[in-house]
């Protein structure tokens, strides 16, 4: 299981926009994604995925052809990535079950 949280400098209207690119299709190996907004502005990203490779995918594929042509219109080009803070995922429990962490936490 790979498991992160990222705050990204955008709005709620502004994600919006990358939701529509995105469309609905779930991305492999996605098991939750939860976006809050942050008080001082700005959201926060928690992802959890099957694994890391299955992220890097979804980010390269589809995410990325939908997000850096709307940077580059707001801002005149992509900014860098915001960085991510990696989780150490002990359990997750959602509607479909509980997934267990391939690794145990703290290894």
Known sequence: MYAFTQDVPID???YQRIIDGLGDDVPDGLISHLAFELP???LRYVDVWESEAHW????????HPVVHPLLAELLGAAP???P???LSAVDH???TGRTRPVRAAGS
């Open 40 to 42: 001082d502005g700005g």
């Open 93 to 95: 429990w959602g509607a």
């Open 80 to 82: 860098p990535e915001p």
């Open 56 to 63: 890097d995918r979804f980010s390269e594929e589809r995410l």
């Open 12 to 14: 709620a209207a502004f």
């Open 84 to 86: 991510r803070t990696e």
